[in-house]
């Protein structure tokens, strides 16, 4: 039940809680964690780089250093949130056997 559970909202909760730690991030810190394999080998430029900062600077309401960080910030954050928005509706259309099975 409980894998169940964690398959079923995975993604959903992925997405959510990533809005909130970019959210709840200091965009104008110049130093960070980074997951990038190209900045790990020391590679200095990466087309990715800067997306969160981008988002984050975005949620902070900073429109214009939210597109110096990435100029594909604005649209990755309207995807993520559309994104979000289809896998609730996904979840709430959803029928429910739960109750039927146990019966």
């Known amino acids: 039940m409980i894998r169940a559970f964690f398959l079923k909202y995975f993604e959903l909760t992925f ?3 990533a809005l909130i730690a970019l959210g709840a ?3 104008s810190q110049a130093t960070h964690f980074t997951l990038c394999p190209l900045k790990l080998m020391g590679i200095t ?3 990715g780089c800067g997306m969160g ?7 902070h309401g900073d429109l214009r250093n939210s597109f110096h960080a990435h100029w594909l910030g604005v649209p990755a954050f309207i995807i993520i949130l559309y994104r979000i928005y289809d896998l609730i509706r996904q979840r709430v259309s959803e029928p429910s056997y739960t109750l039927s099975k146990q019966l």
Request: glycine fraction near 0%; charge should be neutral.
């Open 53 to 59: 900062h981008a988002i984050a600077f975005l949620l």
């Open 45 to 47: 430029w990466c087309p």
């Open 15 to 17: 997405w959510i809680a």
């Open 25 to 27: 991030s200091h965009p």
